[in-house]
């Protein structure tokens, strides 16, 4: 189960946060397939926003193919996020890349941004996701 | 069931001997069911005149106003009203009042729910309501009204005297309860912030007009922020608009593209009510739910 955080401050909206946070719990293994989400009145309940936002969240990744509605059951988990695990050969790449970077006397935030410089050329932002309404 | 929660057409409301005092003038728009509408504008602005208006409580003197799809003294069984005041009677202990509210609503009452509403808030049952602070008497009204299981709740100013975890806890309550009955909740406030994220529909009221409604993410998207160097933003609709130097501020509806001089931004829901309230004589907007006419 997943518990959401709402920051009405960050600029992103509200529906935006719940898939986000949903992807970062598949990502991060704390949710995993066949897993329920929180029904729209448990999220609305501790978080006090409107009911159509959690339904906009769910709905976005049910058209995602992350999650599935079961009518009467709730929102369960269809798969998880692929992403490389902790001992996968990307990661050593990268480990001995970011080691480069600080022998080369690169500092943390001159990493970060050359890294989302490459990161952004290589995985263009979808334009659909970016231009979130504020619901 | 009807698709309709609120239709007013025309309507309107003067008070006095004379009927010279006008609180509410040719108000028209429509809020579909299932929606948590925010009434918002300052003070004397007709919000309460409104909901009162809807809870049927008040005639109007113009126009008409239609309830769930019928008259509000047909509808009284199926709306809630809760008052800026929250009349409760001081005698009565809390199970007294949630008894009363079984008792007036001897088909619709949901004790489960009423009950839950108050154990939330850790209040003893045995207390007589004179003894409650204002916010556990708001509590006390908000679980006589969601106790009723109604189809629309209209709130008068229910978080006014809450401290911040109160209202966070009860705006919970309010919006697990839409979600759960898919009650449409009409509640009517001045501060914006605490709406923002809670409510999905908008009515702004002020000098007893309806001065923007509509679905909020609707109204946004029709405003822009804008900056940059002074000079005509026509054919855009200006709904106020600042120069400081040579810089231009303004909150527009756009008649199409904006040229490549200006900055533009999303205005939040704030900016977007401060900038009407600070221009009284903006144009009003009504925008209508697209969703439920294609749905419809």
């Known amino acids: 189960m997943v518990e959401y955080r709402i920051d009405r401050r960050s600029g992103v909206a509200t529906y935006l946060q719940i898939v986000q946070q949903t992807k970062q719990a598949l990502r991060l293994g704390l949710l995993e397939p066949g897993d329920k989400l929180p029904t729209a009145r448990e999220v609305v309940a501790a978080t006090a926003i409107n009911p159509n936002t959690v339904l906009k969240a769910y709905r976005e990744l049910e058209r995602e193919g992350l999650v599935e509605a079961r009518r009467g059951l709730g929102t369960f988990v269809r798969k998880g996020l692929s992403t490389a695990p902790a001992d996968s050969p990307l990661r050593a790449e990268l480990e001995t890349w970011a080691d480069r970077a600080r022998t080369a006397g690169l500092e943390r935030d001159d990493v970060a941004a050359l890294f989302t410089s490459v990161l952004d050329q290589h995985f263009p932002y979808d334009q659909n996701h970016s231009k979130g309404d504020q619901a | ?296």
């Open chain 2, 1 to 296: 069931m009807t698709d309709t929660a609120i239709e007013a057409a025309g309507l309107g409301r003067t008070f006095g001997r004379r009927r010279r005092a006008r609180a509410l003038h040719a108000c028209t728009f429509r809020l579909p069911a299932g929606r948590v509408c925010a009434v918002v504008g300052p003070n004397g602005a007709g919000k309460s005149t409104l909901l009162a208006l809807a809870a049927g409580l008040l005639r109007p003197t113009e126009g008409t106003v239609t309830v769930l799809g019928t008259t509000p003294a047909a509808a009284r069984e199926r709306v809630a009203y809760v008052a800026q005041g929250k009349p409760l009677h001081p005698q009565l202990t809390v199970a007294d009042t949630l008894r009363m509210g079984r008792d007036l609503n001897p088909r619709r009452w949901d004790a489960a729910t009423a009950g839950r509403v108050v154990a939330d808030g850790d209040l003893d049952p045995d207390a007589k309501v004179r003894t409650l602070s204002g916010g556990q008497r708001t509590r006390v009204a908000l679980a006589l009204a969601l106790g009723k299981r109604p189809e629309l709740l209209l709130l008068d100013e229910p978080m006014a005297d809450l401290d911040p975890l109160a209202r966070h806890q009860l705006m919970g309550t309010l919006m697990a309860d839409a979600a759960e009955h898919g009650t449409t909740i009409v509640m009517s406030s001045h501060v914006i912030a605490e709406l923002e994220g809670s409510c999905d529909h908008l009515l702004l009221v002020g000098g007893g007009r309806v001065r923007l409604a509509g679905p909020v993410d609707d109204l946004l998207a029709a405003h822009t922020l804008v900056t940059g160097p002074a000079g005509d933003l026509a054919p855009h609709t200006v709904v106020e608009s600042r120069t400081t130097g040579r810089q231009l501020t303004a909150l527009v509806r756009p008649a199409g593209p904006l040229g490549e001089d200006w900055q533009a931004g999303d205005p939040t829901l704030e900016e977007l009510v401060l900038a009407h309230l600070r221009s009284p004589d903006a144009p009003a907007l009504t925008l209508t739910d697209e969703r439920q006419e294609a749905a419809a």
